[in-house]
């Protein structure tokens, strides 16, 4: 909306306003997908504005090189012949939060080859193995070690290119055979690594299969509502569709600066402009059902907020009861779900007890309600976080009389 609304700050956006004949609109899942699609649209079109104009500086790639041990770059040339570039991007910082995430999956090293020592990262494990470890090996364990780590590199460089879902196969493979030799704890390892790639690609959709059907998402989106729709209406016989979801979850440290967040999905789709924040006022100390029951009593309060066709809160038996008592004081008789993380389950009341569904990591019901939760805690997380920083700025600059 910047580009239409007063006047365009410079002669380029001025430029391209003035070219503007229509605007089109591809939706996608998540910002690992669109940060991939707005790549491979970039790198078709060349468009001519999308370039920055300033310092001579252009596009962000990201750039494994092709030395012995690969490094992990972010540059603005594809200057060296063996190296592999990926993007273009135009956003250094999306770019940058996406490979710390990814790093965090599969490690990777950026330090300069000649350094003798292991670098920073491999301290937190973000650097594991560490080239300058691995060329003080010799034989069998130099072998495989840097076997470990290029393999680590090649795996990054195939989610780049957009091919999460083989990567994720090939660790399910490995965890299951793993696990088959009890050998639990690298099974575990591995677990935790598909975890991580799950939450980040989110049902990963290649950017060729946008461009071929840019209404593929919302397509997607629909199919997953008829899913959810079919997984509950045993439970809640009066449920038709669920077009419109509500879904709570609580931040606090300890019972300090708690808050609570509140976000709707229209049709699959976030609405931020429905999006409300909490802060916790008359719960003292870590009572985490308690601020659940606060945050939905205020949201019940707004009476002139619509309904949703469901409400989900994040967590299972626990956090369910005492919003059922207060749906129950209240007259509420709109179906209430919660999604318990240990295991993913989706809880349902049910006869005055509680029915745990258990489906398939990649059912779509299951992931439009995990894509739902997942969206509350982030939006939770970051208020409780800006509030614990106001509180330590104040601490450290205290008012002057």
Known sequence: MSYYKGHPRDTKTSLLVQEISTTEIIPVQS???????????????KPPYNIICKDDKHYI????????????????????????????????????????????????????????????????????????????????????????YRHNIHRLSRI??????????????????????????????????????????????PAQS????PLLAIQTWKHEQEMLTNVLQPFFPGLKTINKIECYDISTLLGNQSVGSLVTFVDGEPVKGLYRRFRIRKVSGQNDFAMLREVVLRRLNHTEWTYPDLFVMDGGKPQLIPIIELFHVNNITIPLIGLAKQEEEIVV?????????????????????????????????????????????AVTHPAQD
Request: net charge positive.
């Open 160 to 205: 780049l290119s957009g091919k999460s879902e083989q990567v994720r196969n090939e660790l399910l493979k490995e965890m299951d055979a793993y696990s088959q030799k009890e050998n639990y704890e690298q099974a575990a390892t591995i677990r935790n690594r598909i975890e991580k790639l799950d939450y980040l690609v989110n049902q990963f959709t």
């Open 210 to 213: 946008y461009i071929e059907n």
């Open 349 to 393: 009341p049910e006869d005055g007890d509680f029915k745990k569904i258990r489906l398939k990591k990649d059912s779509p019901a299951l992931q439009i309600i995990q894509r739902i939760r997942d969206e509350a805690h982030r939006f939770a997380h970051r208020y409780h976080t800006l509030l614990r920083l106001k509180a330590m700025v």
């Open 31 to 45: 910002e690992f997908e669109s940060l991939l699609l707005e790549a491979n649209l970039i790198n078709e079109h």
């Open 61 to 148: 790639y990201v750039k494994i090189t092709g030395e012995e041990f690969p490094r992990v770059l972010l540059t603005r040339k594809e200057s060296e012949a063996k190296a592999v570039y990926f993007g273009p991007f135009p956003s250094r910082r999306i770019v940058t939060e996406m490979l710390r995430y990814l790093r965090t999956i599969f490690p990777y090293c950026t330090q300069n080859p000649s350094s003798k020592r292991p670098c920073f990262y491999t301290h937190i494990r973000l650097c594991n193995p560490c080239p300058a470890s691995i060329r003080k090996k010799t034989g069998e364990e130099y072998r495989l070690l840097k076997k470990a």
